[in-house]
Each structure stands twice: as structure tokens, then as C-alpha cells.
């Protein structure tokens, strides 16, 4: 009986790890939740919206969006990201393309970065720093 009741508990706890894990899709950054319109990472307690968005050849695109999301001009913000693997930074500087703000050249191609994204609301603020993590696959 104990044999069972052991056995019962493994497999319960067994469901319960894969039911959790079946949630997450594969292939997905499970450190950074989409969130934007686009389907980017919405940078948290920004006004108006930033949605931090990596393009198909690696540039960033940084996209402003009111409260409804819908997408505005961006005004003052400035942004910088810093990634980060094996040791070695590389600083990405960003500029004004019609109503968004595009990153000068690509992010690096290895398979796992970590990036901070530093987001000044005017030129006069102090950066805000946020931690990303970007796999590619």
C-alpha cells in the first residue's frame, strides 16, 4: 500500500510539472513576456508605452503607444541598449525614424543575450535601466 500511495504522489507531481511547462510554448523567451502590439516587450511604467521590438535582422525598433496603444510619435525619449554574452558588451545607440526610434545596427547574433535597456524620458532624466533576456533559435 505504501508502494502505491508513493507512486500516486510521484505521478501527481509529474502532471503538475508538465501541465506548467505545456503553458509555456517552446521556442518562446520565457524571461521576457510579449506584450506590445507588435509583439514585443512593453517596457514597464513608461508613459506614453515603449515597446521594445528585435526585427528579423536583428535592429531594434522602439515603438511609442498612448493608453489605448495606439501608436504616437515619439517627442523627447532617448535609448541605448547594452548586450551582453561571454564577457563581451556592445552598445547599441538609437535613432529618430519617422515616429520611432531604430536602433543604429544590429543586435549580435549569438543565441543568448543579456541586454539592459536604458530609457530616458527626456534628455534631462535619469536612465531607467531594464533587464531583458533574448534567445534566438
Not at 92 to 120: C, I, R, T, Y
Amino acid at each position: 500500500m505504501k508502494t502505491l500511495s508513493k507512486l500516486i504522489i510521484v505521478a501527481s507531481i509529474l502532471f503538475a510539472a508538465s501541465s506548467v511547462y505545456a503553458e509555456t510554448p517552446h521556442g518562446h523567451d520565457h524571461d521576457a513576456p510579449v506584450g506590445g502590439p507588435k509583439g514585443g516587450r512593453l517596457l514597464e511604467h513608461t508613459e506614453p508605452h515603449a515597446e521594445f521590438f528585435v526585427e528579423k535582422d536583428l535592429s531594434v525598433t522602439v515603438t511609442f503607444y498612448d493608453k489605448e496603444l495606439k501608436p504616437v510619435p515619439v517627442a523627447e525619449q532617448s535609448v541605448s541598449v547594452i548586450a551582453e554574452t561571454g564577457g563581451k558588451k556592445t552598445t547599441l545607440d538609437f535613432e529618430k525614424k519617422g515616429d520611432v526610434l531604430v536602433s543604429k545596427g544590429p543586435l549580435p547574433k549569438e543565441h543568448a543575450l543579456n541586454l539592459v535597456v536604458q530609457f530616458k524620458q527626456t534628455p534631462d532624466d535619469k536612465a531607467r535601466n531594464f533587464r531583458l533576456r533574448r534567445s534566438y533559435l
